[in-house]
């Protein structure tokens, strides 16, 4: 069956650190790879996605690249903020079914 | 766009108390729906899923239902809570109902505290 293994959190950051948070997956077929992001108290927002091997999907300064060779779609940003302290779920969809899996979440704290 | 309401935000029920969940999506039709529970240190987890009124897919054995009697409305029931059923419950919708590309648009959640 299809699985998504993230890094456990928090990861607690300074700001204008660098971020990677690790998502590997497990899936037959070739699946389209998403990062959804939870900010404190609310429902989860789209980030990011990417639907074919060595796409790269980006927004507001995160991206992640779905590498197939590794089963992995590691979510990174280059600088952070206080702001992008939030949960961050890695999510994968086979094409033909219309459910999304999920990893546990991670949670990211950005200090000042 | 979408927007999805989910009420109650928050609940706090006894044991083996009922349980209504109501979840209704503007600005889209013919919409998938979920049901997921966000439960501490286990992410998300599928409960329960619809492609259309009265179809609903079960994911995970357990005392919860689920029911669209509506296009855009989607609930989710107990007969008798139990204290494992506490969590975070998000309702989503699929973003084009037409091409299913995965991408979902969530409720801001209800928190049900088992007690």
């Known amino acids: 069956g299809n699985s998504v293994t993230q890094m456990e959190g928090p990861v607690t950051l300074s700001e204008e650190a660098f971020l990677t948070i690790n998502c590997t997956y497990t899936?037959?077929?070739?699946?389209?790879l998403f990062w959804y992001v939870q900010y404190p108290g609310e429902g989860l927002q789209l980030l990011l996605k990417?639907?074919?091997?060595?796409d790269k999907g980006s927004n507001k300064g995160f991206e992640a690249t779905y590498r197939k060779e590794t089963t992995s779609f590691h979510l990174e940003k280059g600088s952070v903020q206080v702001s992008d302290s939030a949960v961050y779920f890695c999510?994968?969809?086979?094409?033909?079914?219309?459910?999304?899996?999920f990893g546990k979440g991670t949670m990211l704290l950005v200090s000042p | 766009s979408q927007t999805i309401h989910q009420w109650p935000a928050t609940l706090v029920q006894p044991v083996g108390s009922p349980l209504s969940l109501e979840c209704t999506v503007e600005?889209?039709?013919?919409?998938?729906l979920y049901w997921y529970r966000q439960a501490a240190g286990r992410g998300l987890q599928l409960l329960f899923y619809?492609?259309?009124?009265?179809?609903i897919s079960s994911e995970v054995p357990q005392n919860l239902s689920a029911s669209r009697p509506q296009d855009r409305q989607f609930i989710l029931s107990s007969k008798k809570l139990l204290l494992s059923d506490s969590g975070f419950y998000l309702c989503?919708?699929?973003?084009?109902?037409?091409?299913?590309?995965?991408?979902?648009?969530f409720g801001e959640g209800s928190r049900l505290t088992v007690l």
């Open positions: 619809s492609v259309g009124i009265g179809q």
């Open positions: 990417a639907t074919k091997a060595d």
């Open positions: 999510a994968l969809m086979n094409s033909g079914y219309s459910t999304l899996t």
């Open positions: 899936a037959t077929g070739y699946p389209s």
């Open positions: 989503a919708s699929n973003s084009d109902p037409s091409s299913d590309t995965g991408e979902l648009f």
């Open positions: 600005g889209t039709s013919n919409p998938n």
